[in-house]
């Protein structure tokens, strides 16, 4: 059984830089597709970035330059590095996994495994 554990969040300054991790306990696939997802209140959930086993990856125009996805094959961690944090960036963000890779594009909904979620709150 997979579980996916977020860390990472908390509150920082508008500017601020924060690391967020997804640690993939149970994990066994050597392919994947994960990403990254955030959702505000009161909106829909927005997908932000994403990458394949090959280190393929994809962010969205809104994170593009200030946040990077990243994996560590070798201990199953999934990182979002986010830098220049504005007040907007404020929501829970969640990873997501699926040892299927293909269709692995910004914007894919369906995966396998979803972590509970982990919250940044940026402050101006």
């Known amino acids: 059984q997979v579980h996916l554990v977020e860390s990472g969040g908390g509150s920082v300054q508008d500017g601020g830089s924060l690391r967020l991790s997804c640690a993939a306990s149970g994990w066994t696939s050597i392919t994947y597709c994960m990403g990254w997802f955030r959702q505000a209140p009161g909106k829909e959930r927005e997908a932000i970035a994403v990458?394949?086993?090959?280190?393929?990856?994809s962010h969205s125009d809104s994170v593009k330059g200030r946040f990077t996805i990243s994996k560590d094959n070798t201990n199953h961690t999934l990182y979002l590095q986010m830098d220049s944090l504005k007040p907007e960036d404020t929501a829970m963000y969640y990873c997501?996994?699926?040892?299927?890779?293909?269709?692995?594009?910004?914007?894919?909904?369906?995966?396998?495994?979803w972590g509970q979620g982990t919250q940044v709150t940026v402050a101006s």
């Open positions: 997501s996994a699926d040892p299927r890779w293909t269709d692995c594009y910004l914007g894919r909904t369906v995966f396998a495994y």
């Open positions: 990458i394949n086993f090959s280190g393929t990856s």
